[in-house]
């Protein structure tokens, strides 16, 4: 199957041809610029999103800043899962940080496709479970790990995106203020 998304999902839990085809018809492809906004700031996720191309922000306001919250590229998801799930407006804002081409798929659809393929529905518990995880892991970084040992980590796991997202974003997304991150990196 030549769909990016589906060929992603299919890499977590094995798909039979009809149940790709559904994923397939039931995701829709957009192509945005940079700067659009995914989801706005206390609304409810309609969309979880993946990334064929391009790179997105999660953030939020606090007492007037913006705190970056996550950051999401190619192959990975964005949106606000616990707006997605619970039908909650969420203050997170998801934004384009590049021009990106993104696979959408409403929760409307999703839920469709849960109560019609088991197995898309057991793909759905793998994919939040993955997501679990993830969010765990980010926790304890922000809690148990040093801003080095943060720092440390951001590059092993992602080092394309000391290139491709500004510094003011990660030192925000490490927890860290602009200024430690340039002593940090001296320190490296």
Do not use: C
């Amino acid at each position: 199957m030549d769909n990016p998304f589906v060929n992603t999902l299919t890499q977590f839990s094995s798909l039979s041809e009809d149940g790709q085809l559904a994923l397939a018809k039931a995701s829709v492809r957009l192509e945005h610029e940079k700067g659009h906004i995914l989801i706005r700031q206390d609304s409810v996720s309609e969309y979880i999103y993946f990334i064929e191309r391009g790179l997105t922000r999660t953030y939020y306001y606090k007492d007037g800043k913006d705190i970056t919250d996550w950051l999401s590229a190619e192959g990975q998801f964005a949106g606000s899962i616990a707006s997605f799930i619970t039908r909650q407006p969420d203050r997170r804002i998801v934004q384009l940080l590049e021009p990106s081409v993104l696979w959408a798929i409403s929760f409307s659809a999703l839920e469709q496709l849960y109560r019609s393929y088991h197995e898309i529905e057991r793909l759905g518990r793998l994919l939040v479970s993955h997501g679990l995880v993830l969010l765990q892991k980010r926790f304890d970084d922000l809690h148990f790990a040093t801003a080095l040992e943060r720092y440390q980590q951001f590059m092993a796991s992602t080092p394309a995106l000391l290139q491709r997202v500004p510094l003011g974003m990660i030192a925000s997304y490490l927890g860290v203020t602009q200024e430690t991150l340039s002593r940090i990196r001296a320190q490296v």
